[in-house]
């Protein structure tokens, strides 16, 4: 599966943004997707996550209550919606898709990647 992430931009603290990663191919809805972010200088870290099975959602301790992850097989897309955004959420993010039913935080258990999303958050 390819995966291309759009949506970022510039906004400011408090402000809202919506990212999506768009899937290629007909077998989108058995892969469970992840979303990544990488800060400069900073390892890549985990955000969120969808389970294809039963649409489980994961999220990372600093975006729990901000961000959510939902996904739309029919369009072969995954959305997150992030509000009350802050100046430590600015990283690209990064989709990924792994063909296991429970998505992995770590970024090793993906198998397909999809190209960065630049989000800047402005104080």
């Known amino acids: 599966v390819q995966l291309q992430a759009s949506g970022g931009g510039l906004v400011q603290a408090g402000g809202s943004l919506r990212l999506s990663c768009a899937g290629s191919?007909?077998?989108?809805?058995?892969?469970?997707i992840g979303w990544f972010r990488q800060a400069p200088g900073k390892e890549r870290e985990f955000v969120a996550a969808?389970?294809?099975?039963?649409?489980?959602?994961y999220y990372a301790d600093s975006v729990k209550g901000r961000f959510t992850i939902s996904r739309d097989n029919a369009k072969s897309t995954v959305y997150l919606q992030m509000n009350s955004l802050k100046p430590e959420d600015t990283a690209d993010y990064y989709c990924?898709?792994?063909?296991?039913?429970?998505?992995?935080?770590?970024?090793?258990?993906?198998?397909?990647w999809g190209q960065g999303t630049l989000v800047t958050v402005s104080s």
């Open positions: 969808i389970s294809y099975r039963d649409r489980r959602t």
């Open positions: 191919g007909r077998t989108f809805s058995v892969y469970s």
């Open positions: 990924a898709a792994t063909a296991f039913y429970q998505p992995n935080i770590g970024a090793s258990g993906y198998d397909y």
